[in-house]
């Protein structure tokens, strides 16, 4: 099955900078990439796709890249703010016509904003 | 998302004890979902449902049974509890497109 790989497992930046997270993927099937947003003592939410026949997309402050080749893709967030603590979660899915199966999820970044 | 519930959020039980756990979505999704979260571990999927007749395993499913009583509720046992499914678990939907996932509050599970 498919093993999705996320680092760091915690990352602290100051306010205002940027920040960058890293997940690798195993399964060359796989072409449906969530990232995930889960605050302290909430639901994981979405915050940004992707899907295979796409190399970058960007919404607002977050944009997420993807390299089919190497199977690797990576999360940025620019302009950091401090709600933008919590923890993030990669994703992978084979999007197979139907919609997309059941996630295999990285085991998670805890993001942290330095005042 | 006030659009899934979950129940119960809170659950202390002894091991060996058989346990329900239920998910209840008014989004009209078609797609429904278990997973259970543990610290440093991420989320991993249990089962998930396409339609009320369709059930899959995902990476996790021993030690665990299901059932889509409807389109709006799919419930996850634990036949026997054992101390290592402590844990949360979270219930999620999706529309057939499978795009967003949309997760309930989920419900912190502990077996002594």
Same mark, same amino acid.
């Given at each position: 099955?498919?093993?999705?790989?996320?680092?760091?497992s915690?990352?602290?930046?100051?306010e205002?900078d940027?920040?960058?997270?890293?997940?690798t993927?195993?399964?060359?099937?796989?072409?449906?990439?969530?990232?995930?947003?889960?605050?302290?003592g909430k639901?994981?939410?979405?915050i940004?796709d992707?899907?295979?026949n796409?190399?970058?997309k960007?919404?607002?402050?977050?944009?997420?890249?993807?390299?089919k080749t190497?199977?690797?893709?990576?999360?940025?967030?620019?302009e950091?703010?401090?709600?933008?603590?919590?923890?993030?979660?990669?994703?992978?899915?084979?999007?197979?016509?139907?919609?997309?199966?059941?996630l295999?999820?990285?085991?998670?970044?805890?993001?942290?904003?330095?005042? | 998302?006030?659009?899934?519930?979950?129940t119960?959020?809170?659950r202390i039980?002894?091991?060996?004890k058989?346990?329900m756990?239920?998910?209840?979505q008014?989004?009209?999704?078609?797609r429904?979902?278990w997973?259970?979260?543990?610290?440093?571990?991420?989320?991993?999927?249990?089962? =998930?449902?396409?339609d009320v007749? $369709?059930i899959?395993?995902? /990476?996790?499913?021993? @030690?665990?049974?299901?059932?889509?009583?409807?389109?709006?509720?799919?419930?996850?046992?634990?036949?026997s509890?054992i101390?290592n499914q402590?844990?949360? =678990?979270?219930?999620?939907?999706? $529309?057939?497109?499978?795009d /967003?996932?949309?997760? @309930?509050?989920?419900t912190?599970?502990?077996?002594?």
């Amino acid at each position: 099955g498919e093993n999705v790989e996320q680092h760091p497992s915690t990352l602290s930046v100051q306010e205002g900078d940027s920040a960058v997270i890293k997940c690798t993927y195993s399964d060359s099937a796989s072409n449906y990439f969530p990232w995930y947003k889960q605050e302290l003592g909430k639901r994981p939410q979405l915050i940004i796709d992707i899907r295979s026949n796409v190399g970058e997309k960007k919404d607002q402050r977050i944009a997420v890249t993807l390299n089919k080749t190497a199977k690797h893709f990576s999360l940025h967030i620019t302009e950091t703010q401090p709600e933008d603590s919590a923890v993030y979660f990669c994703a992978a899915s084979m999007y197979s016509g139907g919609g997309a199966d059941g996630l295999t999820f990285g085991k998670g970044t805890h993001l942290i904003i330095q005042p | 998302d006030a659009d899934v519930t979950q129940t119960p959020r809170n659950r202390i039980t002894k091991t060996g004890k058989r346990i329900m756990l239920e998910c209840s979505q008014t989004k009209g999704h078609d797609r429904m979902y278990w997973y259970r979260q543990d610290p440093g571990l991420g989320l991993r999927l249990i089962y =998930y449902s396409f339609d009320v007749k $369709d059930i899959n395993k995902g /990476e996790i499913s021993d @030690g665990y049974s299901v059932s889509r009583q409807a389109q709006a509720k799919f419930s996850l046992s634990l036949e026997s509890a054992i101390p290592n499914q402590t844990a949360l =678990y979270f219930c999620a939907t999706s $529309d057939l497109s499978g795009d /967003e996932q949309f997760f @309930g509050p989920g419900t912190r599970l502990t077996v002594l």
